[in-house]
């Protein structure tokens, strides 16, 4: 059987909740690992919220965070890390020329965090645990370096706002994405080469895998690029439309049918 390199996005995707691989996703998961094939996490998370999952499906490879904004392998100390950050000054700008639009923000280095206000309300989007350092205040202050990612949390509807500002004073600097649905309030800023797509050429290259011999699964637009570079590219069929356009297949089940195992059962006998 011909071993792929199986590249898994988290929330939608992997995750039948906010926090659960379920017991039948992850023993198939854990069986194809040992028959050969090989897994990685790519997600837009931090590592601090998803290296609970890395464990649970026991494994030793790269991981993606901030979508394709930084790659490490805490198991290889000879692994070069790829990390790509946005400008502390643009960020700092950004947020500065907008505060009437905004309600919170935050920057991440790595694992630690460099939050505007601590509210309760912000608490659950932080993802502050698993050894994360936090520092409150103003980001002249507290931002010590560039961040691989920034997120500006919107007053209602004024997210245009960040958006148009980034398009008008940062055109190829930096880009602005809106979570949507029910995040709409939620802008991402990021690097125009950071995505899951770069990201997992950097992991396909280290560990001596072709793009044809990819699956990538994924759910949302933030997965676009890591489906058209991997060979065989698969959405969710709860995804969001804009990613099923790219996609070469669509699975019939969710992510919180095992949607991933009913797809690759087929696919890999096939």
Known sequence: ????????????TLLSDWQTISETTKKYLIDLKKQGHTLVIATGRPFRSSEKFYNELGLDTPIINY???????????DFTPYSLTVKKEYVIDIFENNRIAIKNAFGEIGDNIYLYEDTEEVR???????????????????????????????KENQAEIIEDY????????????????????????????TNKGAGLKYVAES????????????????????????????????????????????????????????????????
Do not use: C
């Not at 059987?1 to 939608?12: E, N, R, V």
């Not at 637009?221 to 969710?236: P, S, T, W």
């Open 166 to 193: 980034v398009k008008n004073h940062y055109q190829g600097k930096v880009l602005a994405r809106n979570w949507g649905h029910n995040y709409n309030f939620i802008i991402e800023l990021y690097t125009p080469e």
């Open 67 to 77: 979508n394709g904004g930084l790659v490490t392998n805490k198991y290889d100390p």
């Open 124 to 154: 659950p989007i932080i993802h502050f645990f698993n050894g994360a350092k936090l520092f409150v205040g103003d980001f002249n202050k507290t931002l010590i370096g560039d961040p691989n990612g920034f997120l500006i949390i919107t």
């Open 207 to 270: 560990l001596g895998f072709k793009s044809e011999d990819i699956i990538a699964f994924g759910d949302a637009h933030n997965d676009i690029e890591m489906l058209q570079y991997a060979g065989i590219g698969v959405a969710m069929i709860n995804s969001q439309e804009v990613l099923k356009e790219h996609a070469d297949y669509i699975t019939k089940y969710s992510n919180t049918e095992d949607g991933i195992v009913h797809f690759l059962k087929e696919f890999l006998k096939n």
């Open 1 to 12: 059987m011909k071993k792929y390199l199986i590249a898994l996005d988290l929330d939608g």
